[in-house]
């Protein structure tokens, strides 16, 4: 039996492990190794296990604190895309044959190999989706809080706050809709059996399905809180900057929030890791509006879904 394997089965630590809801089933990212597993149509679990190489392993400069969580955030974004191609490649649209692929597809195929070409279409999906949180969650509240200002005079601060309030409503709203689409419901059922999957492993309990059962499916390093104190971290962090650097026009104010962005992510990074690790009044205080909002993003899984976790 392995160190990791005896201590899941002793005492309670804390644990770096993170994960993800997919298609069907769940990401988990460890240490070393990357594990996928996803139930199939005919309900047998497919399991796909990788060693992982961090990126700090390789440029141990990239492992320093407030630089790593840049790099972090895009590796796991990356894992992340990959294991829900994975996971999506079991579900097909429809039982007709497959289509041909187009001509981009074969020159990509022929020019850089079928692992270099996923990497391309990964490289693609993570870029998109950053520019659509960016756009979403960044970008808009400052755009419509521009909007208003050309028909309401508001001094710099409340531009600030008005900008803030609007980021945070439109972050919760995203949420409450998306978890009653029917099938994102489901994947938010995954997420709640990865949680508590994590937190049983964490308390040292062996890993069995009513054991995870009774666990929370709220946890402080997920996703969700983690987007959360990005906007939070945000809407303090460029009151501050924009307190001392008076920018009114809309589109400069867009451009000075990408560049705080990265300082955002990495604070925020640091943050999560320091709240992971402990456990007390003040780490439960600034972990609560994040936990909150799992409300949203988690739902209690049934027997499958926890063994999927397990």
């Known amino acids: 039996m392995s160190k990791e394997q005896k201590q899941a089965c002793a005492t309670p630590y804390k644990t770096m492990i993170g994960g993800q809801a997919l298609i069907e089933g769940i990401m988990m990212l460890g240490p070393e190794k990357k594990a996928v597993v996803v139930r199939k149509p005919d309900g047998t679990l497919a399991e796909q296990v990788e060693d992982r190489v961090l990126i700090k392993d390789k440029y141990p400069v990239l492992g320093l604190p407030f630089i790593r969580g840049i790099f972090n955030f895009g590796s796991s974004l990356a894992n992340g895309v990959r294991a829900l191609m994975y996971s999506a490649s079991f579900f097909p649209e429809d039982e007709e044959e497959p289509e041909e692929p187009s001509r981009f597809e074969r020159w990509l195929d022929e020019h850089l190999g079928s692992e270099k070409a996923t990497s391309f279409f990964v490289t693609v999906a993570v870029v998109l989706g950053m520019l659509f949180s960016v756009a979403l969650f960044i970008l808009l509240p400052t755009a419509l809080a521009g909007l208003v200002g050309v028909f309401v005079s508001l001094p710099m601060w409340g531009r600030n706050l008005l900008e803030g309030v609007v980021r945070v409503v439109i972050f919760a709203g995203y949420l409450i809709l998306c978890s009653h689409m029917k099938d994102i419901r489901r994947v938010f059922q995954y997420h709640g059996a990865e949680h508590k999957t994590i937190f049983c492993y964490e308390h040292g309990l062996p890993l069995t399905v009513e054991n995870v059962r009774k666990q929370p499916r709220h946890h402080p390093r997920c996703g969700t809180s983690f987007l959360f104190v990005v906007i939070v971290v945000s809407i303090l962090l460029s009151s501050v900057v924009f307190t001392y650097v008076d920018v009114t026009n809309t589109f400069a104010r867009m451009g000075m929030h990408l560049l705080l962005l990265p300082v955002i992510v990495a604070l925020t990074y640091e943050f999560n890791r320091l709240v992971g690790r402990y456990d007390n ?24 879904l926890i063994e999927a976790g397990i």
Do not use: H, I, K, V
């Open 281 to 304: 009044w003040f780490t439960r205080l600034m972990t609560a509006p994040g936990m909150w909002m799992q409300n949203w993003t988690t739902f209690e899984p049934d027997y499958s």
